[in-house]
């Protein structure tokens, strides 16, 4: 079982930046990335971004693209979600998940 804690969330204007973290109690040796998540109000949850624990390959959804950035520390087990020009559409809880197992989740909203 591996723990995933996340923080970085919070309340911004459209336009604001946030960085969310997501920290895993240990790696795996499954060979799975990290990858974001995020579930809006009513909707069914959504695949952000994602990045190997080796090598630099990452994806992510068009509407993350040129905005989102996600990168990691290897001497830490964090991974990062860095988020710039922020829009209403942004506003969900955002979730780390690796090797099947997933975070509580982080809020963030933004306002218009």
């Known amino acids: 079982q591996v723990q995933l804690v996340e923080s970085g969330g919070g309340v911004v204007q459209a336009g604001g930046a946030l960085r969310l973290s997501c920290t895993a109690s240990?790696?795996?040796?499954?060979?799975?990335?990290m990858r974001w998540f995020r579930q809006a109000p009513g909707k069914e949850r959504e695949f952000v971004a994602s990045?190997?624990?080796?090598?630099?390959?990452?994806q992510y959804r068009p509407f993350a693209k040129g905005r989102f950035t996600i990168s990691r520390d290897d001497a830490r087990n964090t991974v990062y979600l860095q988020m710039n020009d922020l829009k209403p559409e942004d506003t969900a809880v955002y979730y780390c998940?690796?090797?099947?197992?997933w975070g509580q989740g982080v809020q963030v909203t933004v306002s218009s």
């Open positions: 990045i190997w624990w080796t090598g630099s390959s990452t």
């Open positions: 998940e690796y090797d099947n197992n």
């Open positions: 240990k790696r795996t040796a499954s060979g799975y990335p």
